[in-house]
């Protein structure tokens, strides 16, 4: 099977196991529904049994998911379990014995997801790593009740990030109303399935183009990955009216800041955003570009930009920052004790990365997370464990500043942070660094010819 079937599926078995649980330990109610809905154990029982698999595998999961994936115009996704012929039969009792057994499935749901972001990911559709999910939910804070959205939401992995951050520190179920957004339809029923699989409720509506309009409510938390440098993202030229530009058009060609504009529209009074963004961003030397920074900027909107290490995203070579807006600095609970109106905190965390063991791929390095989250707290003035006094923030020039608005104004609005907080090498150093770049890019390269070889054989094969 193709790995966006292989994925369907498995969350799909996943999320009836998690319903038969649920079930369980409701006392007094009906387990699962042994009629039209036939319950977990009686697919395990099937799978111990000598006949085929694949139809009572596919009237069970898609029983379960009607109700989850049906959408406005009635359609209960009858086609998202693919077809199971007999030679699977073998792996679909070794699944399902997996599933049925396994202490922690979330486990094997992430890992599933990552595997599926992989095999999408240069068609664009992939799905942010699981370490970056954790700095972006962290560094945001979201507390019990906020409204919480993501308007490029992919499989939901933020969404449920946040999620289990406030449950593992309230210790109680979250009261968190989560909202969701997404382009592309068998994404959109990912991240359904996702969610539903570990039991959490969102609104995630239709598919939906985000950027078209203005979010339809304000949010105390908004987090974003969107698709970078994403050209002719608007049919039409964005309208002067809007309430996202308020004079500051962003450019067609390019919707990085239209992203940005768009996110920091959502945000409600104390609101706090997380977005990941191409270095371009930063750095634009267009009018437009150099507006929406001064924008930001004469705003108070920007509280921290994080320089990623390069490397992170399986699809694209090309390095990344993350931004963190807010609008209210000022000393309040469930953010900081220190007064930071006026001021940006920049981060270089260029080399905060450490190698995947039997791949060329690149992850953050967890110390690495930790040392941006401890910096971003104490310049917050935010105690790392209950009851301990906060960390004193100083500047480190290989590592953080922090910068006066009037400061970052003067340096012509550039936002990123490798050119306010540079690390100093030395040749050598220099060297070794370039060389490393070079060979990331170079392997970039063989894997786009292996891919267009792929494609141009596959092209002269249907001729």
Not at 116 to 145: C, D, K, W
Not at 171 to 197: F, K, M, V, W, Y
Not at 199 to 218: C, E, F, N, Q, T
Not at 402 to 412: I, P, Q
Request: proline residues 7%; aromatic residues 6%; contains cysteine.
């Amino acid at each position: 099977m193709n790995t966006q079937d292989a994925c369907r599926l498995v969350l799909g078995l996943i999320y009836v196991r998690n319903k038969e649980q649920e079930s369980v330990l409701r006392a007094g109610e009906d387990q699962g529904g042994r009629g039209e809905r036939p319950p977990w154990r009686w697919l395990v029982d099937q799978a111990a049994r000598p006949a085929p698999l694949g139809p009572d595998v596919r009237r069970c999961v898609s029983a379960w998911l009607a109700p989850v994936l049906r959408t406005e115009d009635g359609d209960a996704g009858q086609n998202f379990v693919p077809h199971l012929p007999p030679t699977v039969d073998d792996q679909l009792r070794n699944l399902i014995a997996e599933i049925d057994r396994a202490d922690r499935v979330v486990e094997l749901l992430e890992q599933c997801l990552a595997e599926l972001s992989t095999a999408q990911a240069r068609r664009g559709h992939y799905f942010t790593p699981q370490g970056i999910v954790q700095l972006m939910v962290e560094a945001v804070a979201p507390q019990n009740g906020h409204r919480v959205l993501d308007p490029v939401c992919g499989s939901a992995g933020l969404l449920a990030e946040a999620e289990r951050y406030v449950r593992e520190r309230t210790g109680l179920q979250p009261n968190l109303s989560l909202r969701g957004q997404e382009l592309h339809a068998d994404t959109l029923q990912i991240a359904c399935l996702n969610l539903a699989a570990r039991g959490i409720r969102a609104d995630l509506g239709p598919p939906a183009d985000s950027l078209a309009k203005p979010a339809d409510d304000v949010y105390d938390i908004v987090m974003a990955n969107p698709p970078f440098n994403l050209s002719a993202w608007s049919a039409v030229p964005p309208a002067d009216d809007d309430p996202r530009w308020t004079g500051t058009v962003p450019p067609r060609d390019n919707a990085n800041h239209a992203w940005m504009l768009h996110l920091a529209h959502a945000l409600a009074p104390r609101g706090r955003a997380a977005v990941l963004m191409a270095d371009g961003a930063a750095t634009g030397l267009r009018p437009s570009e150099r507006r929406i920074r001064a924008r930001l900027i004469g705003e108070d909107l920007v509280e921290c930009v994080v320089a990623l290490p390069p490397g992170l995203f399986p699809h694209v070579r090309i390095s990344c920052c993350l931004w963190l807006l807010n609008r209210d600095k000022s000393p309040h609970r469930g953010w900081g004790s220190v007064d930071r109106r006026k001021q940006v905190l920049f981060i270089n965390a260029r080399s905060a990365y450490e190698a995947m063991t039997g791949t060329r791929q690149r992850r953050l390095a967890a110390d690495g997370a930790d040392r941006i989250l401890r910096t971003l707290f104490a310049w917050r003035g935010v105690p790392t464990t209950q009851g301990e006094t906060p960390r004193r923030y100083e500047n480190d020039p290989r590592w953080c500043t922090s910068l006066s608005t009037t400061d970052v104004a003067d340096a012509g609005h550039v936002l990123l942070p490798t050119v306010h907080a540079l690390e100093p090498a030395d040749e050598h150093t220099a060297a070794r660094e370039r060389v490393e770049d070079l060979k990331w890019e170079l392997y970039a390269k063989f894997e786009e010819s292996f891919a267009l070889e792929r494609d141009l054989r596959q092209l002269l094969d249907e001729l």
